[in-house]
Structure formats: C-alpha cells, structure tokens
C-alpha cells in the first residue's frame, strides 16, 4: 500500500510469512477488527508507524499455526490479540503475526466476530479506566465516541467497574445501540446542550472522569461538566484534534488530565491485564458491541468509512467466521 485514499492505496499482495521469531504467534486469521486509526494510518497520519507498504489491521483473531520454542500458545489455539502491524504484518489477511503478550485463548462465551474486534478497544479502555483516571464504583464516568471503537468498550468496562455511565454520540440511533450495549443515560451532543445535559443528569456535580477519543469542541463541551477532582482520560481525536486543554481553567476548577497510550509497561503487568479482561469476558461483565460486518474484499470501503463510523465495532470476516 501507500498512503492515499483507501480505495486506491490499498492492494492485495501475495506474502509468504517466515516462522515466528520470540514473542510472536503465527495465526490463520477469522476476523480482524477496525477502527479510526486504520484511516489514519492509510492517510500517513498515525504517528507511530514508518513508511508504507505494510499490511493494515491491529487486532485480529484466529488459529494458532506456528509458534516459537517456549511459547505459551501451542498449534490449534484459538485466539485473539493484538497484530505486529507496526512492523508491518496486520490483520487485514489470511496469517499474521500477534504479539505474544498481548494475545489470549478466546474466552468461552466470545464469538469470532467479537473476538477479532476486542483486542485494542478493550486494552485502550483499560489503560484508561483502569491504570490512569481511574474510575471507581459508583462515580460519574461520560463517554465521549461512546458508539466507536474504544468508546464502546468504555461504556462496557466503566459498567463492570461500577460507574454509572453516560454515553455522548451522535444520533438518536447510535445513542440507542449504547444503551442496548450497557450505558445508562445518552446525550446527543449535535442536538444537545452537553454541559447542561451531564448537570442535569448528576445534580449538578458533573462527572468524576471523562474518556476522549474525540477531542475538539466536543472534548472542550464536556469539560464545562467535569466533577471538582474530576480526571479527564485522553485517548485520542477523532474530531480531527485533541482537546485544548487550559491549564488556568484546570486550576481554578480542581481537575486534571491523563494522557493515554495503551501499550505494554512490563510482560508480567500486560499478562495481567489480559487476564482481567478474559476473567471479565467470562462472568459476562464486557463482550464487543459488534456493529458492520464487512467481507474480505469490502476492506477498503470499510477503512474509508473508519472517519464516520456507524454504531457498533467494525469486523470483517477474513475466512468464515
Ligand atoms: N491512546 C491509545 O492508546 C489509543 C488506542 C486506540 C485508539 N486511540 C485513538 O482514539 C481515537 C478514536 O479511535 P476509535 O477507534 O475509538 O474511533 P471510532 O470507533 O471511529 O470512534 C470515534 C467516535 O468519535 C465520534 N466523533 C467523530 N468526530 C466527532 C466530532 N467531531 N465530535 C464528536 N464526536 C466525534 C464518532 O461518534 P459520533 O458520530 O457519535 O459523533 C465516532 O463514533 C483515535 O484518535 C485513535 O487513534 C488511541
């Protein structure tokens, strides 16, 4: 690929995939998920990969076909984790490398729909709420982007952690899918007054931690209702920029902010937080809220389409899943 236009810079490419080497898992892929950063990165804008080709995609689930002496996967597993697509090697085919530590069996009672969409959304969201606001139970959590990728999980994690959660979105519909998926209160943040909305909502306290993948004037919005203590989780900007943070009105209100990047701190801290979240999975506490299911070849259609998602966590379906 090159940086472009999904349509035109994507392309299939025949690749041969060497044996694994320490710390990787060969699989045959089911599903892959996608998000906003997939746009991103085919527009040369993500900031943390080089120069194109390499394969898109950077969660996948599927088959354990290889593995390197000592791993903790063994051939015929069925999992799903996250791919080694900043060495180029993504889920967008038929094998791809998953990075050992951030890999698990899939759990009992997740599909392989939801399984190639839960890697990142679900690591996102519990770096976010777990290792740096965090929440806690009962408090106030808003989520911004609450029918996307890591907002959707959000939703899910902040529920199973005991917050009471309001979903912010776009449309009525997509509002709907997050009280379907678990949220307890929605506002639209196109036909509503956001900070009078969360006042109204809270009895005027606000909320104690707001997760961002949005930024911009939606972020900007829901800062005006942010609890005294409260901790705004940035996550991302799918608005088309981060949040612009004022450190006077952060002063003078009692808040803070943390940033988030959800990656690997030490192999025994990411082991746990992989068991957490299939211990989670198992008692019925987080699934993916599985939204388009795209076939193979609808790739770049479903890249494109990453910059206006619609409600629910983009799959798409590599071999029969
Ligand atoms: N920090 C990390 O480790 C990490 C990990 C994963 C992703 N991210 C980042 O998080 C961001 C979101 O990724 P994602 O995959 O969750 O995205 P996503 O699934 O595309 O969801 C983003 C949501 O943002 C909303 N949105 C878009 N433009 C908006 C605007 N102008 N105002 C308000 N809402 C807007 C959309 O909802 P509505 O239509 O309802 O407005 C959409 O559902 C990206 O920047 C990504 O790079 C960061």
Redesign the pocket.
Known sequence: MKFGAPAESIELQQMTWPEPGPGQVLVRVSTAG???????MAAGH?PLLGEPPFGLG?EAAGEVVAVPPGSRFTVGDQVTGITGFLDGWGGYAEYTYLREESTIRIPARMTLQEAGGFP??F??AY??LIDRAPVNAGQVLLV??????????AVQLGKALGATVIA????RE?LDFCIRHGADHGVN??SEDLPTRVGELTGGRGADVIFD???????LAALQAIARDGRLV???????EPVALDAMDMLMRNYSAV?????PKDTAAEAAVWDRLADLTDRGAIRTSVGHVYDFQDVPEMIAG????G?G??VVRITSA
């Open positions: 996608a998000g906003y950063p997939d746009a991103m993500f950077e990142i959304a690591r996102t770096a976010g911004l982007g609450a029918a996307g990728s890591s907002g959707g999980a912010v979105a776009g449309s997509k943040h196109r993948p949005v930024g911009g004037g939606t972020a940035l996550i991302g900007l799918a608005s088309g940033g988030v990047l959800a990656t990453q910059t206006a998602p409600a966590k983009s």
